[in-house]
């Protein structure tokens, strides 16, 4: 199964010296029946892109926590066994949770298939809905508009071979 874990830039650095990712539990996005549903979709890959974008929210969320990482979310695409991911089958349909799985162990890092990460020219944007987060979890419409404005960016993607010079950058 592919799942996409969210990161920051600090957490793929540390991933990338330790090999893994983790320690577990691990939040990670995949596509969950209740994502199907909600989606209505059959096609696979919007299915995936659907899970890749919830976990770019997961990594604002950790751009929100740490104000001093880089304004980038991150988000690691890893190929795991089914048995490995557990989602919550009472929270399937809360739109908060939507293709939410937990990894209970930590992941080598060599089980990694990509690496996507935001543009240079997305920082702007991404520091401002980080910093909107809180406001717009709290029902502000405006902050809800800036939070949106980094969906407007798409996360580019590397390969794990380029995982050193993201992380060195």
């Known amino acids: 199964m592919r799942v996409y874990v969210p990161l920051t830039l600090p957490a793929l650095a540390q991933a990338h010296r330790a090999g893994e990712l983790g320690p577990g539990p691990l939040t990670a996005y995949a596509v969950t029946p209740g994502l199907r549903e909600w989606y209505v979709s059959d096609d696979i890959e919007e299915l995936e892109y659907a899970a890749l974008t919830r976990a770019a929210h ?9 104000p001093g990482a880089v304004r980038k979310r991150v988000v690691v695409a890893v190929d795991i066994a089914d048995g490995a991911v557990h989602a919550d089958p009472d929270r399937a349909l809360d739109p908060d949770a939507l293709g939410e799985v937990r990894l209970e162990a930590a992941v080598p890092l060599g089980k990694a298939a990509a690496v996507h990460v935001d543009a240079d020219g997305a920082a702007v944007d991404v520091a401002r809905a980080a910093e909107a ?11 809800q508009f800036v939070v949106d404005g980094a969906d407007d960016h798409e996360l580019l993607w590397f390969a794990t071979q380029e995982i050193a010079h993201l992380v060195a950058g």
């Open 58 to 66: 997961g990594s604002l969320r950790l751009l929100a926590a740490d």
């Open 133 to 143: 987060l809180a406001a717009a979890d709290g029902g502000d419409g405006d902050a």
